[in-house]
């Protein structure tokens, strides 16, 4: 199956700054690689999500880039704010219909 | 829109006992998939059910079962409870099998 490995596992930044998180995955066939946020007693909230026929999918501070070639794909997160404290997960996804998640990433944003 | 709704939010259960989880999907979503989140193995796919059936199914034993009804509500049972199960679990709908899953705030289970 799918083995979705995340980088880093913490990451602090100064508000304002810019904090990017990594995923790799191994299965070739995955065409869906989606991010979510999860916050103290709450479920994972979807960001943003891009297809595989898509290099790059930006809203608003969020960005994602995906490089099918060497299976990674990475968050951009631009003027980071407190707010944006939470634990990210990446995700990649087949027809099988299943989703594999990275370990996840405690962000935190310091004022 | 209402989002996807769990009950209950939280349970204790004792060894040995089974239990019950329900999930209401957001309106218009057929598929509907569990997952187990615990601090030592993260996130686990349990299973998926799309139009009442089940389309697939995690690494997980037969004391793990699930269905969905008629109006894509879903329910998540396991049997013969062991401390190991206590996780919060998680259902999310997506309006295509593969892609736009929503998830709920979780049912966190606690086996004493």
């Known amino acids: 199956g799918e083995n979705v490995e995340q980088h880093p596992s913490t990451l602090s930044v100064q508000e304002g700054d810019s904090a990017v998180i990594k995923c790799t995955y191994s299965d070739s066939a995955s065409n869906y690689f989606p991010w979510y946020k999860q916050e103290l007693g709450k479920g994972p909230q979807l960001i943003i999500d891009?297809?595989?026929?898509?290099g790059e999918k930006k809203d608003q501070r969020i960005a994602v880039t995906l490089n099918k070639t060497a299976k990674h794909f990475s968050l951009h997160i631009t003027e980071t704010q407190p707010e944006d404290s939470a634990v990210y997960f990446c995700a990649a996804t087949s027809t099988l219909g299943r989703l594999y998640f990275g370990r996840g990433t405690q962000l935190t944003v310091w004022p | 829109k209402a989002g996807v709704t769990q009950t209950p939010r939280y349970l204790i259960k004792t060894r040995g006992q089974q239990v019950t989880l329900s999930c209401s999907p957001i309106?218009?979503?057929?598929?509907v998939s569990w997952y187990q989140q615990t601090p030592g193995q993260g996130l686990q796919f349990l299973f998926e059910?799309?139009?009442?059936?089940?389309?697939n199914k995690g690494n997980f034993p037969g004391r793990f079962s699930g269905r969905q009804f008629s109006n894509s509500r879903s329910e998540m049972n396991v049997s013969t409870l062991e401390l190991g199960d206590s996780a919060l679990y998680l259902c999310?709908?997506?309006?295509?099998?593969?892609?736009?899953?929503?998830f709920g705030s979780g049912t966190r289970l606690t086996v004493v």
């Open positions: 891009i297809r595989s026929n898509v």
């Open positions: 059910y799309f139009s009442e059936t089940q389309r």
């Open positions: 999310a709908s997506s309006l295509e099998r593969f892609a736009g899953y929503t």
């Open positions: 309106s218009g979503h057929r598929s």
